[in-house]
């Protein structure tokens, strides 16, 4: 079984670059918008030399999900998580085009016990998306919780 | 959209009603984000949920499909009017987003969003910053999703 990823193996200050990657193709681009986001500059290649973006570029929502799929694919699914309250801040710093291939680099901020939840802790991440330039395409801060191995064990003994 | 000079503060328009089935909650998590329970309803009901929940991006592209075709109505009403329609810039980013509740497989969400302020642009002449404060509610009338968005929007020629 793949080692799991507690609370306690999420210490403040460390940076961790993941090696999944995420390639971005043109048919997805217009797919996910077609569902979620029809505005014209996400449909077309023509529709995007036209507006301010220079071209087809993928929805930031887009590009929010395929960061989740690269925490996912980093951490998360082998993490024993209880999701995220939310984000503090998130800037789409340029477009994700088709032909990239995205990558994601963590930072924990700060890591603490909730009083509120014994044996769940909450921890601030930035996350930074990169594309194969190594240009930031996404960077947002916002938090996930995380059971501590100790409590996570208790319920499996239980 | 509206020129900038005519987008009106404070008014909170009804963009949109979705029921959340199992189905496309699975889908979209099998791309995005593969945490147990986003994906599998059995496992999920032991989870510390209790039950399958939407991943909360899933939650987010289904709001802007809303707002994308609400931004895309307004254009479409004033071209048949025969009126000059805004071009809409790129958004920067958002603020404070929260997932306050889990939406569960079977939760009505209603979206709505509200101008909450505006500003030219000093950076970026012809333009302004429009800020938006989105919200999601389910069928109990709880906060699900909410956020503080940010789109630049077409001044008026002068």
Not at chain 1, 12 to 20: N, Y
Not at chain 1, 32 to 47: I, V
Not at chain 1, 65 to 73: E, K, N
Not at chain 2, 59 to 80: P, Y
């Amino acid at each position: 079984m793949e080692q799991r990823i507690y609370f306690d193996d999420l210490p403040a200050g460390e940076t961790v670059r993941f090696p999944a990657s995420y390639p971005v193709s043109a048919e997805e681009i217009v797919e996910f918008a077609s569902a979620y986001d029809p505005q014209p500059m996400h449909l077309s290649e023509e529709a995007g030399k036209a507006s301010i973006l220079g071209g087809l570029a993928a929805s930031g929502w887009h590009a929010c999900a395929m960061a989740m799929r690269l925490m996912s694919d980093g951490y998360i699914d082998r993490a024993v998580a209880m999701g995220s309250p939310g984000l503090d801040e998130l800037k789409w710093l340029k477009p994700v085009r088709p032909g990239d291939t995205l990558y994601m680099e963590r930072t924990c901020l700060e890591a603490r016990l909730l009083r509120s939840k014994p044996g769940v802790g909450v921890c601030k991440f930035r996350w930074v998306v990169y594309n194969q330039a190594d240009e930031p395409v996404v960077d947002m801060v916002g938090a996930q919780m995380f059971f501590t191995r100790e409590q996570a064990q208790a319920g499996e003994r239980a | 959209m509206h020129y900038f000079e005519d987008i009106t503060v404070g008014e909170p328009a009804e963009i949109g009603t979705h029921t959340f089935t199992e189905d496309e909650m699975i889908r979209f998590a099998e791309k995005y984000d593969r945490q147990d329970y986003h994906l599998d309803p059995e496992a999920a009901k032991t989870g510390p949920f209790g039950g399958l929940i939407a991943s909360g991006w899933y939650t987010g592209a289904v709001f802007q499909g809303f707002f994308a075709r609400h931004l895309l109505k307004i254009a479409d009403d004033l071209r048949r009017a025969g009126r000059p329609v805004a071009r809409l810039g790129p958004s920067p980013g958002f603020t404070d987003l929260k997932w306050p509740r889990p939406v569960f497989a079977g939760d009505t969400v209603s979206f709505r969003t509200t101008v909450e302020k505006k500003r030219p642009l000093a950076t970026r002449p012809g333009w302004g910053a429009v800020h938006f404060h989105n919200e999601g509610f389910n069928q109990k009338g709880e906060l699900v999703y909410a956020f503080h968005g940010v789109t630049f929007i077409e001044r008026r020629p002068a």
